[in-house]
Structures are given as structure tokens and as C-alpha cells.
T-cell receptor
């Protein structure tokens, strides 16, 4: 099946620094990628929809200046957590849908990136 | 707004069948999914069903959809220790900006 790779899988940073997380579709092209945040033992919260070549669409309550999303190519979307604080510590997961694959609506998920802000 | 509800925990003995239930509120749902998440990992699509179907079977997995009651279930036959994971019910409607709405997940625990 299609593979989505996230990097880094774990990152620890100091409060006030910025962290970039990459999401790559390795063997398919994705015009749309989704960024989720997952708290311990909770569901995925959709943060934003990343569209190749255009601005991301953020969900209500998600600060777009805090969580910068760039979808520069059909295989790469990045999430930058700017001026990170301990409350930003979480598990961030991206997903992607292959171009033209709306028949099943299947999303392919990355392995997730665990961010710990000290 | 749209909502997906599912119980948080389920314990089943190895070899028995597991049934995970889910209810949703959006009557316009087009596709309904079951995703599996193993510890520390992303989600893997197990199966999906179109809203105009009542049942779908795929090896040990059986999905039942009651569209009238907006109820979806996932049955895992002959549950194995490797089935221990969190199972997420999800739904979408293509007119809703391609967004998929997830439930909170059901943690399946396998008893020896």
C-alpha cells in the first residue's frame, strides 16, 4: 500500500524554539494532506487541511500563526510549531490521500511525531 | 456539528469475537471507516463501507451498517493478541471539504 513518512518521529525542544515536522508521501502524489493532533488516550483532532500550492485551511480554534503549514509539492507537507510551549507537547500525525483516489476516501497515515517541549 | 461516538474500552478473550460499536450523527455520511492504531503508531485503514451497503465482510472482519439508526459495528472473529489496539470509527461526506470525522477510539484488550 501507499506509504506516508513523517520525520522526525520524536523531538524534544526547549520552550520558545520552533520545530518543523515533515510529512512525505513516498510512492504517490497527494494534493491534500491532513494534520492531526492526538492527546493521550484521545481521538485525533483535525488541525488543518493542507492543499498543494495554496494556503492551508485551519480548523476552528487552531492558531494558524502558531502552527505553520506549507505544502510545497505533491509529496511534501510541513508543519512548523512556532515558539513552542509545554502545552504544545503532543503526538502529531499527518495523513494523505492519493490524487484521484476519492472512490474509497482512504487516507494513508504517517507514523506520527511525538513532540515534547521542555 | 458532526459527531462520532464509540465506547472507550472493550475486553475480549482470545479466540472469541470482538464487536466494536459506533454511532454517528451526520445522515449525509457517504463513507464510513474503521481504522486501527497500534501503540505509538499512525492509523491503518482496516475497512470501509459505502453508506448504501448494509454489510461488508473481509476475512475475519465484518462491518454492519444500520443507516436508519446511524449505527456502525466492527466484528473481529477469532480475536488474536495481535488485534490488541485502538479502533477508530470515522465518517465523511464528500461535500464536507473531504474532512473525515473520527470517534475517540475503542481500546481493545485481549484476555488470555
Amino acid at each position: 500500500g501507499a506509504v506516508v513518512s513523517q520525520h522526525p518521529s520524536r523531538v524534544i525542544c526547549k520552550s520558545g524554539t520552533s520545530v518543523k515536522i515533515e510529512c512525505r508521501s513516498l510512492d504517490f502524489q497527494a494534493t491534500t494532506m491532513f494534520w492531526y493532533r492526538q492527546f493521550p488516550k484521545q481521538s485525533l483532532m483535525l488541525m488543518a487541511t493542507s492543499n498543494e500550492g495554496s494556503k492551508a485551511t485551519y480548523e476552528q480554534g487552531v492558531e494558524k500563526d502558531k502552527f505553520l503549514i506549507n505544502h510545497a509539492s505533491l509529496t511534501l507537507s510541513t508543519l512548523t510549531v512556532t515558539s513552542a510551549h509545554p502545552e504544545d507537547s503532543s503526538f502529531y500525525i499527518c495523513s494523505a490521500r492519493e490524487i484521484g483516489n476519492r472512490n474509497t476516501g482512504e487516507l494513508f497515515f504517517g507514523e506520527g511525531s511525538r513532540l515534547t517541549v521542555l | 456539528g458532526e459527531d462520532v461516538e464509540q465506547s472507550l474500552f472493550l475486553s475480549v478473550r482470545e479466540g472469541d469475537s470482538s464487536v466494536i460499536n459506533c454511532t454517528y450523527t451526520d445522515s449525509s455520511s457517504t463513507y464510513l471507516y474503521w481504522y486501527k492504531q497500534e501503540p505509538g503508531a499512525g492509523l491503518q485503514l482496516l475497512t470501509y463501507i459505502f453508506s448504501n451497503m448494509d454489510m461488508k465482510q473481509d476475512q475475519r472482519l465484518t462491518v454492519l451498517l444500520n443507516k436508519k439508526d446511524k449505527h456502525l459495528s466492527l466484528r473481529i472473529a477469532d480475536t488474536q493478541t495481535g488485534d490488541s489496539a485502538i479502533y477508530f470509527c470515522a465518517e465523511t461526506y464528500w461535500g464536507r471539504d473531504d474532512k473525515i470525522i473520527f470517534g475517540k477510539g475503542t481500546r481493545l484488550h485481549i484476555l488470555p
